[in-house]
């Protein structure tokens, strides 16, 4: 008999460190340069617990390829292993780094997936499809336009440039990986950087397409995600969407969590601003 007291497995959230060596933006509240002591502090926290993992979930720099080499070093001292997926301020470095982002995070792929047990972890690229990450004469670039365009005469409210969305080849593999995974009888929890619900300005520009998708598939257990600072949460028939809050902002105050997988819920144990939540997964 399972023991519902016990965790299946436990891993770490950090949701934006947005990492620059630049000044302060007062009106935003964020303390660029103060990520690297945060992010410390929470690796301490990290090392003194079992864990199968952290992950970091977008937005590691602010701007500039040379301030992964002042990030990325702090990631050494955890105990760990150390996981990463692209937000959209990744990309704000030269043209000519972009495609070296995530070789330089050690990433398999702009997308992927894994399994611990008969959990999968699903890791997506939200800013695919954006007019951030890709040349000015890709394909995508010009297929984003058109999407964020159409959004911009419908009213959306996020229809910003600082969001991005899936291409269809990824959004098939999304597809796939879930059909997949609810053959083989495995539980799926999804990880990416922009929010898919609540309706936000900070949400993927196709959110309601993948909403869709993920809450069509019984074993769809959860949605976490940062990119919107402020942190937000809501449920779809059951499923939660997690947005964890920025380490980015205020000065002093961290904010980071502890995520425990049981059986029938998921616990998360905030520390700082980050809020603690218990989680019913349906299971």
């Not at 007291?5 to 934006?16: Q, T």
């Not at 947005?18 to 090392?47: C, G, M, W």
């Not at 720099?61 to 050494?76: K, V």
């Not at 269809?168 to 597809?175: A, D, P, S, Y």
């Amino acid at each position: 008999m399972t023991d519902i007291s016990s965790p299946i497995l436990r891993f770490g959230i950090v949701a934006d460190p947005q990492y620059a060596d630049i000044a302060p933006h007062a009106a935003l509240n964020r303390h660029y340069a103060r990520s690297p002591a945060k992010l410390t502090e929470a690796i301490a926290v990290f090392n003194a617990t079992e864990l199968d993992f952290v992950m970091t979930l977008g937005d590691i720099i602010d701007r500039d390829w040379n301030s992964f080499d002042d990030i990325l070093p702090i990631y050494e001292t955890l105990r760990h292993k150390a996981l990463f997926l692209l937000g959209n301020h990744d990309f704000a470095v030269a043209l000519e780094h972009r495609a070296a982002i995530a070789g330089r995070l050690g990433m398999p792929g702009r997308y992927y997936d894994f399994a611990i047990g008969t959990w999968r972890f699903v890791v997506l690229d939200g800013s695919d499809v954006s007019t951030f990450s890709a040349p000015p004469d890709d394909p995508r670039t010009a297929l984003a336009t058109e999407r964020l365009s159409a959004l911009v005469a419908e009213g959306a409210i996020n229809a910003q440039t600082w969001n991005g969305s899936l291409s269809e080849e990824q959004f098939q593999w999304l597809t796939d990986v879930m059909e997949k995974a609810q053959a083989d009888g495995e539980a799926v929890l999804v990880l990416g950087h922009y929010p898919v619900f609540p309706a936000n300005s900070h949400n993927m520009w196709d959110s309601a397409r993948i909403v869709d998708l993920l809450t069509g598939f019984p074993c769809f257990r959860g949605y976490f995600c940062g990119h919107n600072h402020e942190g937000n949460f809501g449920e779809v028939d059951g499923s939660p969407f997690v947005t964890f809050k920025g380490m980015v902002d205020t000065e002093n105050q961290n904010t980071f969590a502890i995520v425990a997988v049981f059986d029938d819920r998921i616990e998360i144990e905030g520390f700082g601003r980050e809020v603690s939540r218990v989680l019913r997964t349906g299971a």
